[in-house]
Every structure is written in C-alpha cells, then in structure tokens.
T-cell receptor, first 116, second 114 residues
Framework: GNSVTQMEGPVTLSEEAFLTINCTYT??????LFWYVQYPGEGLQLLLK?????DKGSNKGFEATYRKETTSFHLEKGSVQVSDSAVYFC???????????????FGRGTQLTVWP | DAGVIQSPRHEVTEMGQEVTLRCKPI?????LFWYRQTMMRGLELLIY????????DSGMPEDRFSAKMPNASFSTLKIQPSEPRDSAVYFC????????????FGPGTRLTVT
C-alpha cells in the first residue's frame, strides 16, 4: 500500500541553522512526492514537489530530492529563519487503480520552531 | 484569485446538535477533498469527490458523518448528531484535472463540540 513516514518532532533550531526533516515512503507504482507547509491557524500550502526519480524540488530556499533507491524525499534548508516556524508534511500521490488514484497520502507532520 | 473558501471558520456547538460545514472549491477544479486534523490522529482524509461524484468515503468515521457535492462549486460536510470527539479542524481542498496531484487547501473550520 501507500504510506509516508516522516521524522517525529518537534524540531527546534536557532536562526541560520541547517535543517533536515527526513521522509521515507512506501508506494505502488511511481508516485509524485510533495512537501506541504502549514503555518499557525492556516491550511496546508504546497512548498515543493518532484514528479520522478532524481528530480529535485525547490522553493524558498528549501530543497528535496526524489530518491527511488532509498525511497526517500528528505527536506533540507541551509539557513532557517524564524518565519520558517511551521508544521511540515511529506506526501505522495496515489498511482494505483480505483480510489487510490488521485489522492494524496500524508505523513504525520513535523513541527519546526526556529528561535532568533 | 480566490482560493478555497470554507465557512464557518469557527463553530462551537453542544453535543447532539447538527453541524454543517461548507466549502467552495477553486473555480475550474474538478476534485474536492475533506480532511480532519487532530493532534492524536494527524491529518485524515474523510472523503473525496471527482466531478461531484464521491469516489472514496472509507475515511468517514461513522454514519453520523455525511458529505454532499450538489454542484461543482459547493460541498457540505454534515455531522448529526455531533459528539465531543468530533472536535477538530476540518479542511477542504480542491484539485484541477487528473494529471496534477497538487491540492489547494482552504483555511479550515475549527469545530468544538462541548
């Protein structure tokens, strides 16, 4: 089946520190992979995506590379800011038949807090 | 451009009352998803529609929950009767087409059942 496992939080960092949030997946077929971000009191927003193996998604200084051999899609940022404090969700697209096609499978989310 | 619109943003109700949550997807999007978010269970998919037709409702907790999409621009999620364990944030999301899996989320409805 389809599932996503991401590192448990919370993650607490000082401003300008390096960030890694681990994400691994199990999937049928060749899914697309996503990172969504949720700021306090808001809905989820797409942060970046990758649609095939070895693709690198990037946005706002965040990057993640689709690694098929390790079934991973780790999120990284070289220098975090206080404004990056949020919950980050890893997700994959359903590629199978029927009801799995078209839906996203989300991880549990990782809370990131950045202190000045 | 308007994003996904949800109403109300906050709802406080007493146990046993009927609750109706509303969602207006982005114009032109043909898929709509209802999610529930709690600290204990994280983000759960309740039901989703393609072209106004329910595709998968296996995430709906029990018969007290029902969802409808009478047209492409409106959907409701109803809980009757409500219970304290239904307290959560409910999100609606929409998606365009069948080749893009990006979902656009609304701001959510925070439901508190006392």
């Amino acid at each position: 089946g389809n599932s996503v496992t991401q590192m448990e939080g919370p993650v607490t960092l000082s401003e300008e520190a390096f960030l890694t949030i681990n994400c691994t997946y199990t999937a049928t077929g060749y899914p697309s992979l996503f990172w969504y971000v949720q700021y306090p009191g808001e809905g989820l927003q797409l942060l970046l995506k990758a649609t095939k193996a070895d693709d690198k998604g990037s946005n706002k200084g965040f990057e993640a590379t689709y690694r098929k051999e390790t079934t991973s899609f780790h999120l990284e940022k070289g220098s975090v800011q206080v404004s990056d404090s949020a919950v980050y969700f890893c997700a994959l697209s359903g590629e199978g038949r029927g009801s799995t096609l078209g839906r996203l499978y989300f991880g549990r989310g990782t809370q990131l807090t950045v202190w000045p | 451009d308007a994003g996904v619109i949800q109403s109300p943003r906050h709802e406080v109700t007493e146990m046993g009352q009927e609750v109706t949550l509303r969602c207006k997807p982005i114009s032109g999007h043909n898929s709509l998803f209802w999610y529930r978010q709690t600290m204990m269970r994280g983000l759960e998919l309740l039901i989703y529609f393609n072209n106004n037709v329910p595709i998968d409702d296996s995430g709906m907790p029990e018969d007290r929950f029902s969802a409808k999409m009478p047209n492409a621009s409106f959907s409701t999620l109803k809980i009757q009767p409500s219970e304290p364990r239904d307290s959560a944030v409910y999100f609606c999301a929409s998606r365009q087409g069948s080749k893009s899996y990006e979902q656009y989320f609304g701001p959510g409805t925070r439901l508190t059942v006392t």
